[in-house]
């Protein structure tokens, strides 16, 4: 059974205590503790101690998605609070400034693939290099930013055919023409479903669709059809 749950920002921007209380009585198994904006990291690498998250069997962290350059160090201090823990650090490639100085998170340190917003990150060829620069780092694949820079999902093909070794995570959502995370359409779940056997089915899912409480679990039903057709589709999101 895959292990899925949700981002805290997806469901509570910005207030993980929230996001958790919304998922404690759901049949999640995975959780992403998301600190979207910069400000939001330092408070959240604190607050862990005090979270209640024994229930989940996969935890992971999103770092900010952009980073001030003088701040990167700061960053990385924080960060390696939860690289101690053994848990996985989600990073945009365009947040990295010195990419040397990331090379401590090691196998933890997963690289995710952008939207048509950022400069870099997007194509198999974007991936090449910045692996090039943290060969041990692993990818988060965004279903739904790949699908926004390349409906046919053949881009989504050759990133998984390239680096289906270092998969370790995934992010699902419809990511709209903003660039934000919707509910899944049924569009989207077709066409997640054209690459679906191309992901193993140990790897977590992390929902980034912006859902309120009462539709987590019709949301969840939906991300599993789309990655395994067997699965019942519910409701798909407008």
């Known amino acids: 059974m895959r292990k899925i749950g949700f981002s805290t920002g997806a469901l ?12 404690a009585d759901k049949p999640l198994q995975a959780v992403e503790l998301s600190a979207l904006r910069q400000h939001e990291l330092e ?30 160090e700061r960053a990385l201090e924080l960060l390696g609070i ?3 823990r053994g848990w996985p650090i989600i990073v945009h490639p365009d947040a990295i400034h010195c990419a040397e100085r990331w090379l401590r998170f090691e196998g933890l340190l997963f690289i995710e693939n952008m ?9 198999a060829a974007d991936l090449t290099i910045i692996f090039n620069q ?4 692993m990818l988060c694949l965004d279903l739904g930013h790949v699908r926004q820079v390349d409906p046919t999902m053949s881009e989504a093909a050759a990133i ?9 995570q995934l992010h699902v959502s419809e990511v709209n023409t903003q ?19 191309f992901m193993p089915a140990d790897v977590p899912i992390i929902l980034e669709s912006r ?8 949301e969840v039903k939906n991300a599993l059809a789309a990655l395994d057709p067997a699965n019942t589709l519910a409701v798909a999101g407008d």
């Open 12 to 23: 509570a921007r910005g207030d993980v205590r929230a996001a958790l209380q919304m998922m």
């Open 43 to 72: 408070p959240l690498v604190h607050a862990i101690e005090d979270l209640e998250l024994s229930r989940f069997q996969y935890i992971s962290v999103h770092a900010p998605s952009s980073l001030d350059p003088d701040f990167e």
């Open 82 to 84: 939860v690289f101690q």
């Open 115 to 123: 939207d048509k917003r950022k400069p870099i990150g997007q194509t």
């Open 134 to 137: 943290l060969p041990d780092a």
């Open 160 to 168: 998984l055919t390239r680096f289906g070794n270092k998969l370790k």
């Open 179 to 197: 660039s934000r995370h919707d509910a899944l359409t049924l569009e989207s779940i077709m066409a997640f479903q054209r690459v679906a056997s």
């Open 211 to 218: 859902v309120p409480e009462a539709q987590i679990e019709t």
